[in-house]
Structures are given as C-alpha cells and as structure tokens.
C-alpha cells in the first residue's frame, strides 16, 4: 500500500540571511524547551535549550524566543550557511528530567 | 560527536524475528531514553531508565521491551517484529536524576532497522 509520511514545514534561505524557524508547542506545563539540528543519516544534535522562566536565550549564531502566552517557540539563525541545511526540531518537557515531546520538524535549505 | 554509541547502525531482518539494539551512554550519564523515528510519526519517546531501573513508559508496544545493566549500557529488544517497526531506532542519555533538574539530552547516531 502507499505509505504516508509527515509533510515537514520547509525553509528555504539564501547563504548569509537570517533564519526564523517556528513551532508552537502543545503542553502549557511544560517549562523545558530545545532546540536540535538532525543531518541526513545522524542522530539529533543538541543546538540551544531555554527554560520557562526567560523569553530569550543566545548561542553562537542562534537565538531561541520563548512565548508562553501563546505557547509559541521560534530558533533564529544569523548568517546562514549551507552546512545549517537539516531538519530542526523543537522539543518540550518538565522541570524536571523526563522525556522530551517532539515536534514534527522544519526543513531548512541554504542555498550558495 | 555525542559520546553515546548506538549498535549496529544498520539492521535488516524478516517479520516475525527478533532483535537487540544496545546502547552506550555518554561517561557519567545515568539515565538513557528511547526514541523510535519513523516517517509517519516523527520522533516518539518510547522508554527511560536511570540508573538500571524503568523510569518511564511512552509509546512501547508490548512486543518490546528494555533493560539498562549495571555497566549503565541499555538493550532495546523488539519481538514477533512487523513491516510498521521498521523505523530510526535512538537512544539519548543525560545526567539528570530523579527530582533533579532539567538537563540535556545527547543522542546518539541511532540504529536503523529495516523489516522486511
């Protein structure tokens, strides 16, 4: 039978313009928030994380935005390059340790 | 590099069968998680444990099951498998605690098991 898959959200970008990649999360107690990078072939790979009790948070080249009002989380990428091209994933949980509830992913393409 | 190893990266096997996935986690990490990907789902937690015991239960089918040893390595085990199993199979591992706070994940490269 024919097999149905997740269509994925997908970004296309221009080398060295900025990124914004969006997800709304669904638990409004979840108070943990990450942000992973998972390349064709390879496991997730942890970029940025935020807690609850801030709205923003900076890496290199990264800011995450946390909007609890509307239960929304956006990844911001500054300068994107073409090894940014992969699929990105917010995920959500508890205070404290415990699973982590995926989103269904973003995919980002930078294009030289 | 995450410091979790995952073996084999690749398993091929018949309806029916049975297989064991293993997994190493990162020096000083106690608590391991299971996530299955697969293309219609996404990533799904499947199990946790901390320090050799089950800590939590998500979407496991009955038909698998885990351990975690004392050496800290974990063991996925998928029985009486079928087509839908096959997926990305990952293991993560964090120095959270019980009680203790949030911490990150590392995941490791994943398995990817094909059923055929």
């Known amino acids: 039978g024919e097999s149905v898959g997740l269509h994925l959200p997908t970004l296309s970008v221009q080398e060295g313009d900025n990124s914004i990649i969006n997800c709304a999360y669904s638990?409004?107690?979840?108070?943990?928030f990450i942000w992973y990078k998972q390349e064709s072939g390879k496991g997730p790979q942890f970029i940025i994380d935020?807690?609850?009790?801030?709205d923003k948070r900076q890496g290199q080249r990264v800011t995450v935005l946390l909007n609890k009002t509307v239960k929304h989380l956006s990844l911001q990428i500054a300068a994107t390059q073409p090894g940014d091209s992969a699929v990105y994933f917010c995920a959500e949980g508890g205070t404290s340790y415990g699973k982590l509830t995926f989103g269904q992913g973003t995919i980002l393409t930078v294009h030289p | 590099d995450s410091g979790v190893t995952q073996t084999p990266k690749h398993l091929i096997t018949a309806t029916g069968q049975r297989v064991t996935l293993r997994c190493s986690p990162r020096s000083g990490d106690l608590s391991v998680y299971w996530y299955q990907q697969s293309l219609d789902q996404g990533l799904q937690f499947l199990i946790q444990?901390?320090?050799?015991?089950?800590?939590a239960k998500g979407n496991i089918l009955e038909r698998f099951s885990a351990q975690q040893f004392p050496d800290l390595h974990s063991e996925l085990n998928l029985s009486s498998l079928e087509l839908g199993d096959s997926a990305l199979y990952f293991c993560?591992?964090?120095?959270?605690?019980?009680?203790?706070?949030?911490?990150?994940?590392?995941f490791g490269p994943g398995t990817r098991l094909l059923v055929l």
């Open positions: 993560a591992s964090s120095v959270e605690y019980p009680g203790g706070p949030r911490e990150t994940q590392y």
């Open positions: 638990n409004s107690a979840s108070d943990y």
């Open positions: 444990y901390y320090n050799g015991e089950e800590r």
């Open positions: 935020i807690r609850s009790n801030m």
